[in-house]
């Protein structure tokens, strides 16, 4: 497939984001505010799951399959994390349109993430049967929901994990070592995670296996 064929197959998704990247750059021209141009680059982080999942559906090499299924999984959480920009409403002096754009992009970066998990859904629904799939589905959104506790209020990334995996990995031992002291880390996980499985659950029925792009 050519670069042509992919984004003329990709067009509708091109123009949603195209359309998103649009309400940042109309809200700069009216105020003059470069403050949410952070949503470009998390949608651009959101989209590497989605084509990481692309590459995974088509491959028939093992080992390929493993190293860019594990960096599906690293980068998969950014799809979500746009949700918790809502947070950053408490400081805009427009909220009702902040709302509308932060809302733009969370409902195009968490499709981005469904359609990923439908790819590799896909891929190995002839090895894994329905019900083991959606075990392993739930648990890898109660991940990304962990993944995104890390982000918002630790300020981990996916770079972390190779940057400074000492701290990364400390900070997630204290956490399982220590639960009641760190309550707030697993009610956040347990509560976003829920949430994800809804939404998840919604996109499955607007989005069956069969749906075009």
Known sequence: MNVYTYLNRHKKLLLAGSCCCFLVLFRFVISL?????????????????????????????????????????????????VVTDLIHLQNS?????????????AVLCCWLGFKSIQHMEQKFEILIPNTISWLIK????????????????????????????YNLLEDCFSFLRFPIRHLEVWLFTIVFGLVLTGLYYIYLHLNPKNATE
């Open 33 to 81: 505010e470069y403050y949410y141009f952070f949503l470009i680059w998390n949608l651009f982080l959101a989209g590497i799951p989605f084509l990481l999942s692309e590459f995974i559906s088509k491959t028939e090499n093992f080992m390929a399959t493993g190293i860019l299924g594990m960096l599906w999984l690293l980068f998969l959480p950014n799809s979500f994390y």
């Open 93 to 105: 002096n427009r909220p009702y349109f902040d709302v509308f754009i932060i809302g733009s992009f």
């Open 138 to 165: 739930i648990g890898v959104l109660f991940l990304c929901s962990f993944g995104i506790y890390l982000g918002r209020f630790l300020r981990y990334n996916s770079w972390n994990l190779l940057s400074d995996p």
